[in-house]
């Protein structure tokens, strides 16, 4: 009989009607396009024009419909472009370590340029080499252009400005092993003034605040949060350890160093590579504050040590070189010159107890014509002047 059988209704015209009412009120899907785009996707609706929504609802089906048209453009646009590329509905995938990290940081914001008719925000699009992009395209060059965000294929993240589909501009960057950068880009490298921090186990943050690495209260924040999560099990310390400076030297083949893995460097950069002024903090938090030339400590300097030794002076390949001025915490002070890490040249050496030593030195050991003075029992000054070969006295002058 069914629900318009001639029983329901009054007449069999009544019931048709009835019928003709149900089915153009019937709800149905508009697929808007093949790819799974979830929820924005699938649209209800009823032809029923009488029927009344709740404000909340349409403004929802608004949204959800200029969000789909918006889509299909960029979908469309996309189409056209050269690159090879799939189009995916939804944030590009991060690691649980990059999402960590970007979670406890300071949130800082970023403007993307302003939407032209040759730049237009895209959704996510896996593109080259693996990686995920999302943002701003110049749809004339197809490359990504302004700002936007990249993951790569090997999990590291970069939000912030492109130019021809490279990082150009200030931007920050995750890595999934820990790494953290913030700065400038050029041509995809580091340039210009930025701050990297790398993960250690023991991350020297006490010794960091305590001797004023950072003056900017921003960047002292991002520091301690930084401490805190490197000590996740997620991120493992890559940096080796090791001794460095003048006490040391001798224990290392002549023209090696030994200097520790750092885990801070603020300053400028050049090519991808530390240059110019900048300050960088070891692992076992001694701190370098000075010049740089190709990723190394070159030019002037002051490097001190985290047990309280200090030199100021001249650097070349990570070394003390040149002129300068080295201070032990007990006393002793060594001015003059240093040739590969060793004290070299002419040079002049202060003990606590008023000894000294003033002459020519090779190898970090006095050498040449040199000049001792000793302090007897009775406080008198005795003068030894002599030729010195690797610290031992071979011959005295008048």
Not at 4 to 26: A, H, M, P, T, W
Not at 146 to 170: A, N, P, Q, W
Not at 234 to 244: P, V
Request: proline share 3%; with cysteine.
């Amino acid at each position: 009989m069914g629900n318009y059988c001639s029983c329901v209704f009054d007449n069999l015209q009544d019931g048709k009607i009835q019928e003709i009412e149900e089915v153009i009120r019937e709800r149905v899907k508009i697929q808007a396009d093949p790819l799974d785009i979830e929820p924005i996707s699938v649209y209800m609706y009823s032809l029923n024009t009488q029927a009344i929504w709740p404000s909340d609802t349409l403004l929802k089906s608004n949204i959800r419909k200029l969000i789909a048209i918006k889509y299909l453009k960029a979908v469309k646009i996309l189409q056209g472009f050269a690159i090879k590329h799939m189009i995916l509905y939804g944030p590009p995938p991060i690691s649980e370590q990059v999402l960590e990290l970007e979670r406890e940081l300071p949130q800082i914001s970023f403007s993307a340029l302003k939407n032209s008719d040759n730049l237009i925000m895209m959704p996510t699009v896996k593109i080259r080499d693996g990686g995920y992009y999302e943002g701003q395209w110049n749809i004339c060059t197809e490359q990504p252009e302004g700002f936007g965000v990249m993951v790569y294929e090997d999990d590291t993240k970069y939000v912030g400005l492109f130019r021809d589909g490279i990082k150009s501009g200030y931007g920050r960057m995750f890595r999934a092993d820990g790494v953290y950068y913030e700065g400038g880009f050029k041509n995809d490298l580091f340039s210009g003034k930025g701050i990297i921090l790398k993960p250690y186990k023991d991350f020297p943050l006490n010794k960091i605040v305590k001797r004023g690495f950072f003056t900017i209260e921003w960047e002292t924040m991002v520091l301690k949060k930084y401490a805190q999560i490197v000590k996740s099990d997620i991120f493992c310390g890559n940096c080796n350890s090791g001794r460095s400076g003048e006490d040391n030297a001798r224990t290392h083949k002549k023209n090696e160093s030994a200097w520790q893995g750092y885990v801070l460097y603020s300053g400028n950069y050049f090519k991808g590579l530390k240059h110019g002024k900048g300050m960088m903090c070891f692992n076992d938090g001694s701190i370098y504050n000075g010049e740089f030339v190709g990723n190394m400590m070159e030019g002037n300097g002051v490097f001190e040590w985290a047990d309280g030794k200090k030199y100021t002076g001249n650097w070349k390949a990570n070394r003390l070189h040149g002129e300068g001025v080295y201070a032990w915490p007990d006393g002793r002070e060594y001015k003059g010159c240093y040739s590969s890490g060793y004290r070299d040249g002419y040079g002049m050496f202060k003990w606590p107890d008023g000894k000294d030593y003033v002459g020519e030195w090779l190898n970090g050991n006095m050498h040449g014509i040199g000049t001792l003075t000793t302090i007897d029992k009775n406080g008198q000054r005795c003068l030894i002047k002599a030729i010195w070969e690797d610290g031992k006295k071979k011959k005295m002058l008048n």
